[in-house]
């Protein structure tokens, strides 16, 4: 089943509110691209500003609490996310699973938070390169995804799949390894949510750009991109949308 691709930018700690020109154009330059849902995920200072300047367009966070509310000094919840403007969540990328420690049983929390109050949620996983070197690399992701993903089928979810060798670096799986580790997944998806685990769109990340973008999407499995560093730019990461609607 070819689903609709879904394209989405995840600035990291990257702009100020100097840089939400290049937010509005970006929802701009994506309405000449209807066949893809597009949105950026932007640090939580630009949320509400962004969504304000350019309102249908999705804007979304990079990490979530899992508490409703209380004592967590720093965090944000799935509802404040959602006052300010925010339609979807990242949760579990590597640079969260790693830097900050979390588990995927904690993952796995905070998208059932995001998801029950209807925060759509991009469910990272990927492996390291000593975890690649020694082809354990889909054992090793179908088990982080096993752990992380939510219990229930909920609309709104997607699953990244980045390799954490990838991701900054440039370099790229081949496509033959990105089509096995999909696959992989989408196999999990269907084991944890029978036939919906179908509707669930699985997601590449890890230095995609203009000039690999087209190839990456015409792997199977592969219903769009989670793209850091070529997403701060309309002018990267429009033809990487327009990849993704030539598909
Ligand atoms: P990159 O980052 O496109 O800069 O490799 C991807 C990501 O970490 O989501």
């Given amino acids: 089943m070819a689903l609709r691709?879904?394209?989405a930018g995840n600035w990291k700690m990257h702009g100020l509110s100097s840089d939400l020109g290049e937010v509005r154009a970006i929802a701009e330059g994506s309405r000449r691209y209807p066949t893809v849902d597009v949105a950026l995920c932007l640090p939580a200072i630009l949320i509400e500003r962004a969504a304000r300047a350019v309102p249908g367009f999705a804007i979304g966070a990079q990490d979530v609490h899992e508490a409703e509310q209380?004592?967590?000094t720093g965090c944000t919840s799935a509802r404040q996310l959602l006052d300010a403007g925010a339609s979807l969540t990242i949760v579990g990328h590597s640079e969260r699973r790693e830097g900050q420690y979390e588990s995927?049983?904690?993952i796995k929390a905070k998208a059932e938070a995001a998801l029950s109050c209807g925060l759509g949620v991009i469910l990272c996983v990927g492996e390291s390169l000593a975890v690649r070197e020694t082809g354990r690399a889909v054992s090793t992701v179908e088990a982080q995804l096993d752990a992380s993903l939510p219990d229930g089928f909920a609309e709104g979810l997607s699953v990244a799949y980045e390799p954490i060798w990838a991701i900054g670096?440039?370099?790229v799986p081949g496509v033959d390894d990105i089509a096995e580790m999909h696959a992989a997944l989408r196999a999990r998806l269907e084991a944890a949510y029978?036939?919906?685990g179908q509707s669930v769109r699985i997601l590449y990340g890890g230095s995609?750009?203009?000039s690999n973008a087209?190839?990456?999407f015409s792997v199977a499995h592969?219903?769009?991109a989670l793209v850091g560093g070529a997403s701060l730019k309309a002018s990267d990461f429009l033809p990487i949308v327009a990849a993704a609607a030539a598909s």
């Fill in 194 to 196: 029978g036939d919906a």
């Fill in 208 to 210: 995609v750009k203009a």
């Fill in 214 to 216: 087209a190839e990456i």
């Fill in 104 to 106: 995927n049983s904690q």
């Fill in 70 to 72: 209380g004592a967590y």
């Fill in 169 to 171: 670096t440039g370099k």
């Fill in 222 to 224: 592969v219903d769009g």
């Fill in 5 to 7: 691709k879904l394209v």
